[in-house]
């Protein structure tokens, strides 16, 4: 095993395909709540926040409590519908979760996510008891905040050099580096790679079958995946 106990992975768009829905859901949102529309790179660049926090960032002198209470019922109700059919997890998720547990790791949730919803999706998974740990956005603070990661590794015994985190979006990266801990950026999910580059990942992996090899690599060298 490489130097790492403890995995830490972000939900949406780093083990299951959710963007799309997520966009969706923002859109019909904001609709409902008489906001004007803003671009889907903008919503998906605050993919990972809580949603106050994400509510303010895309609408900051509208963002008063009503209005959240209204956005967050708004929002739920359409996620809500369009996960009748689950999202999927992304190829190669499925495989190397259980590997990477019976390989000895740790494995833990840092989502973005409320408990209801994160709850509800793992019992669809089947996982209700799958993770070591999950911490959700309205149960800590929300990233880039370190509180969930330094949650995680309290419960876990584990020092921050002995944790990774695994994500899509600038939060994820931004919330590893502020506690101390690694990180690995994912190119398939809300934010592209030149900008999560920014925030210096350990490294980059355009599949989630890659992270194995690279944490087999990284066991004996400081060895970069490299995506084109």
Not at 24 to 51: F, M, T, Y
Not at 64 to 92: K, N, T
Request: some cysteine; charged content about 20%; proline content about 5%.
């Amino acid at each position: 095993m490489s130097k790492y106990r403890v995995l830490i992975f972000d939900w949406d768009g780093t083990l299951v395909d959710s963007i799309g829905r997520i966009v969706e859901s923002i859109h019909v949102a904001a609709r409902s709540c008489g906001l004007p529309q803003v671009n889907d790179e903008l919503v998906k660049g605050i993919i990972g926040l809580a949603l106050p926090e994400a509510v303010n960032v895309l609408y900051p002198d509208r963002a008063d409590i009503g209005l959240i209470d209204d956005f967050r019922h708004f929002y739920s109700e359409h996620y809500l519908a369009l996960e009748a059919q689950p999202s999927a997890l992304y190829p190669g998720v499925a495989k190397a979760l259980p590997e990477f547990r019976d390989s000895g790791y740790l494995l833990a949730v840092a989502t973005g996510k409320g408990r209801r919803g994160l709850d509800r999706v793992l019992a669809g998974q089947g996982w209700e008891d799958f993770f070591d740990i999950t911490r959700c956005a309205d149960e800590t603070a929300s990233k880039p905040d370190p509180l969930m990661i330094q949650e995680i590794l309290a419960h876990c015994g584990a020092r921050p050099e002995q944790a990774l985190m695994v994500g899509d979006s600038i939060f994820d990266l931004q919330m590893a580096r502020r506690a101390g801990v690694d990180s690995v950026a994912v190119a398939y999910g809300a934010q592209p790679l030149h900008v999560l580059q920014q925030h210096e990942p350990r490294a980059a992996i355009n599949h989630f079958s890659e992270l194995g090899s690279w944490l087999r690599s990284a066991a004996g060298t400081e060895v970069h995946v490299n995506v084109g």
